[in-house]
């Protein structure tokens, strides 16, 4: 079992930055694909970005491809996400999500996740 809290959300203008923790509770988690999503009023839930257990594969959207940058601490079971230039578009709550069924083209289908947080509002002012 793997539990996962956001924090980091906020209101930002155009531009700015902004850094999303997850902190996971469970002894599992260092074997876990450690994911973000997000999910804008009246949209479907969006793959942002993923990372592997070993941190040494990584996934992007491609809007946010030099721009985002998802990392893991494992000693502190937390994964994280720097977002940076934020835009309008970016506008969203934005969810952890963890699983420990391997790394691959899976990591990027919401439905490859069994552990999920409660997410973390993202408002991006322009």
């Known amino acids: 079992q793997v539990q996962l809290v956001e924090s980091g959300g906020g209101l930002v203008q155009a531009g700015g930055s902004l850094r999303l923790s997850c902190a996971a509770s469970g002894r599992t988690f260092s074997s876990c694909t450690m994911a973000w999503f997000r999910q804008a009023p009246g949209k479907e839930r969006e793959f942002v970005a993923a990372i592997s257990s070993s941190a040494r594969s990584t996934y992007y959207l491609d809007s946010v491809k030099g721009r985002f940058t998802i990392s893991r601490d494992n000693a502190n079971i937390s994964a994280y996400l720097q977002i940076n230039n934020l835009k309008p578009e970016d506008t969203a709550v934005y969810y952890c999500?963890?699983?420990?069924?391997?790394?691959?083209?899976?990591?990027?289908?919401?439905?490859?996740?069994?552990?999920w947080g409660q997410g973390t509002q993202v408002t991006v002012s322009s």
């Open positions: 999500a963890a699983d420990r069924r391997g790394w691959g083209p899976r990591a990027l289908r919401p439905g490859s996740y069994v552990y």
